[in-house]
């Protein structure tokens, strides 16, 4: 139980082999989860890659929420994140973001949607938390590649 009384979300890592292990979320999904080569058989993302996509990730969905609720019309959306991290840094030290949307949204429209999305979305809570900066901005686009 977490305080408070909730349990908000679980999560179970089982080692298969070496530095290979599935970690759920106590629910019916799960990720692959290794070391790169040199340590692990690099067949599937680190633990800190898994909190960078989790970062793009919440980013993209809060954003599409929060622009659903502004009755914006989203064609298409796209999240490029970089996260900076020294090789003896023990973690993310900076993220670089951009939102790529495709909509006949007016700028403004866009860029406060994206002021409230930052404002709620949990994963980029945690990165403020522990006091990562977050350079993360919105573009209009004609047409988003990939």
Known sequence: MISGGTLQTKSTYTLIDKYQAVVNNGRQHAVLM?????????????ALEYLV???????????????????????????????????????VKAVHATVYVKTNAPMAKLEKCL??????????????????PMDVKVKLIEEVEG
């Open 53 to 91: 996509m989790s970062l793009a990730g919440c980013i993209g969905t809060i954003y599409k929420v929060v622009a659903d609720k502004m009755r914006l019309k989203i064609q298409r959306l796209k999240v490029d994140l970089e996260a900076e991290k020294g090789e003896d840094d023990p973690t």
């Open 115 to 132: 002021d409230l999305t930052m404002k709620t979305c949990p994963v980029g809570a945690l990165y403020e938390k522990a006091n990562i």
């Open 34 to 46: 290794d070391l790169p080569a040199g340590k692990g058989d690099d067949i599937a993302p680190t």
